[in-house]
T-cell receptor, first 114, second 111 residues
């Protein structure tokens, strides 16, 4: 158990809809990262937050947005969903801003868009 | 961050050492080598990292060549539970600098 909690574990929705994925980092970790992994693809970095502020942005679509709340949990919002958004979405946390070595990953949220 | 090259797949007999190579010929002096693994659709798991010295922990050993252009992850006694995709990542430790996962090596441990 990494200590990172993601909900929901599975989500099925229709094209055009909007969903919210939630992540609770390890206790004490200030950084939260979101990654997307499509079927048989590598992990694509989406976005990082540190202590409530956006710190780095990767290949995140404009239809997607995220935020980190004062209690350090984070939400990833996916809107106007398309079939191609079906994927595993991972959240990871780490303690430091510079992140010296370890990212702790949750078990992921599997999104299926029909 | 420097690019890495890994074999697409490898097999290893159970109980034997698994040696996973990674080429990072364009690595710069301040870039670390990290290894993570992902067991079938689970969240990736940190294994080990190093700068230039060889490193060992309870999971694995990391051997980095003297010129730092390549490295090898060694799982000393592979078990079936070590079947996973192994990612080698080269990265500078600085604010906002991310872990970019490539396609990794799919290791299959054979009974």
């Amino acid at each position: 158990d990494s200590g990172v909690t993601q909900t929901p574990k599975h989500l099925i929705t229709a094209t055009g809809q909007r969903v919210t994925l939630r992540c609770s980092p390890r206790s004490g970790d200030l950084s939260v990262y979101w990654y997307q992994q499509s079927l048989d693809q590598g992990l694509q970095f989406l976005i990082q937050y540190y202590n409530g502020e956006e710190r780095a942005k990767g290949n995140i679509l404009e239809r997607f947005s995220a935020q980190q709340f004062p209690d350090l949990h984070s939400e990833l919002n996916l809107s106007s969903l398309e079939l191609g958004d079906s994927a595993l979405y991972f959240c990871a946390s780490s303690g430091g801003l510079a992140n010296t070595g370890e990212l702790f990953f949750g078990e992921g949220s599997r999104l299926t868009v029909l | 961050d420097a690019k890495t090259t890994q074999p697409t797949s490898m097999d290893c007999a159970e109980g034997r050492a698994a040696n996973l190579p990674c080429n990072h010929s364009t690595i710069s002096g301040n870039e670390y080598v990290y290894w993570y693994r992902q067991i079938h659709s689970q969240g990736p798991q940190y294994i080990i990292h190093g700068l230039k010295n060889n490193e060992t922990n309870e999971m694995a050993s990391l051997i980095i060549t003297e010129d730092r252009k390549s490295s090898t992850l060694i799982l000393p006694h592979a078990t079936l539970r070590d079947t996973a995709v192994y990612y080698c990542i080269v990265r500078v430790v600085r604010t906002g600098n991310q872990f970019y996962f490539g396609t990794g090596t799919s290791l299959t441990v054979i009974p």
